[in-house]
């Protein structure tokens, strides 16, 4: 099991941007798979990003394709968010999957962070 940190998370106006970073600690992502997905109240968890253990293929939602960038180094997954929504504010989850394939569905991921808020005003 790794344990993930979300962080970056915060408030913008609508247009801007932000980075969010998970973190992982107590193993290294190794040959892991890692997704973003996020959720508001009421609503099942999203998928937003994903991206191989390789880095080689990335994955994006419908909603988010060309705004939102995903990529990461050895120990850290990063979100790259820009021209922000009021219809992406939501809790953002980092996810990794036991796997060398990606996933775009929520069961497919074994372990999960805390979250970190995003809230985008217009």
């Known amino acids: 099991q790794v344990q993930l940190v979300e962080s970056g998370g915060g408030s913008v106006q609508a247009g801007g941007f932000l980075r969010l970073s998970c973190a992982a600690s107590?193993?290294?992502?190794?040959?892991?798979?890692m997704g973003w997905f996020r959720q508001t109240p009421g609503k099942e968890r999203e998928f937003v990003a994903a991206?191989?253990?390789?880095?080689?293929r990335v994955y994006y939602g419908d909603s988010v394709k060309g705004r939102f960038t995903i990529n990461r180094d050895k120990n850290t997954v990063y979100l790259q968010m820009n021209s922000l929504k009021p219809e992406d504010t939501a809790v953002y989850y980092c996810?990794?999957?036991?796997?060398?394939?990606?996933?775009?569905?929520?069961?497919?991921?074994?372990?999960w962070g805390q979250g970190t808020q995003v809230t985008v005003s217009s």
């Open positions: 996810a990794a999957r036991h796997s060398i394939t990606a996933a775009t569905t929520t069961n497919l991921y074994d372990d």
């Open positions: 107590g193993r290294t992502l190794g040959t892991y798979s």
């Open positions: 991206i191989t253990w390789s880095g080689s």
